[in-house]
């Protein structure tokens, strides 16, 4: 079993930055993702990042913009997101998989956080 809690959201001004973490319990050298949801909209994909942090994944509306980066010895996985945007207003959820074969598919993915509010302002 491995549960997840994120931290690190909050309010901000677009064009500003936030750093969210999450960190892990249990067994943690899984492939970790960050997923975001919108109101009235359906929950999206963000980034991910295998076990050993050797491959990372972005959707396309982050790269450039957002950073997932890992630290195994913390048990915790980071979302680094510079010029934020009011578009990138969501709760944001952590999730974990022991393998996944499509990296930003969030079916693929087992444990999932209660998720941290990000709200942008415009």
């Known amino acids: 079993q491995v549960q997840l809690v994120e931290s690190g959201g909050g309010l901000v001004q677009a064009g500003d930055s936030l750093r969210l973490s999450c960190s892990a319990s249990?067994?943690?050298?899984?492939?970790m993702g960050w997923f975001r949801q919108a109101p009235g909209k359906e929950r999206e994909s963000v980034a991910a990042i295998n076990g050993n942090g050797a491959y990372t994944a972005y959707e396309d509306s982050v790269k450039g913009r957002f950073t997932i980066s890992r630290d195994n010895a913390k048990n915790t996985v980071y979302l680094r997101m510079n010029v934020l945007k009011a578009e990138d207003t969501a709760v944001y959820y952590c999730?974990?998989?022991?393998?996944?074969?499509?990296?930003?598919?969030?079916?693929?993915?087992?444990?999932w956080g209660q998720g941290t509010q990000v709200t942008v302002s415009s």
């Open positions: 999730a974990a998989s022991p393998g996944v074969g499509r990296m930003l598919e969030g079916n693929e993915y087992t444990y």
């Open positions: 249990g067994r943690t050298r899984f492939t």
